[in-house]
């Protein structure tokens, strides 16, 4: 069974039904590869990409909201300081007006061909210079350790580095536990979008 060329869908906060697609979307996937927990992980991994997506499309109107900048230093390392305190007790439901509003949304996309399946979460806002920054220099930090290492990274780091680049360093290395190459695993800048890219092949010689 051959999953259709592209399977896409858009989300401003993730909830049950969002779930239950993407996992439906992957079940497809996993009937043309051989692994055990392939499904499971995988769902982990998009998860964690469209987390930190719909989280840095909330931050940007927090920010916006109490005046703190993404261009300023200072600014922004104040404005994430306050944000990381208070996200688990901001209003979603109001948030999410708002992310409607300005039509702030995460796009998650499976395109399969018979050599490989290449899975997008786009973000329809751009890393600031300051953002990218950060992550380019957590992940240098952590990149190289093995899984096993993670907690002690968790333990040494602290708030040095921050929730979503560890996160996604999770991801990248849980990937890499796959069995896959850790780059073909990118997220970057491109065309007014922040998009995470996966390149996964379904046949190895």
Known sequence: MTLSKNKEFSLCLINTKDREELR?????????IEQDGFSDRLEIIIAELINNAVKANIKRIYFNSKGFSFENKESYQKGLAEFKLNYGHLNFMNYEKALKAL???????FSQSDKHLLIFVKNNNTMSALEESQIRNDLNKIMNKMPEEMHDIYVHYGDEIEEDSLGLAMAINL???????????????EGGFTKARILIPLKKK
Not at 103 to 109: A, P, S, W
């Open 175 to 189: 990937f890499r536990q796959m069995g896959y190459d850790p780059n073909m695993f990118r997220v970057y800048n």
């Open 103 to 109: 039509q702030l949304e995460v796009n998650i996309k």
């Open 24 to 32: 439906k979307m992957i079940d497809d996937v996993s009937i043309d």
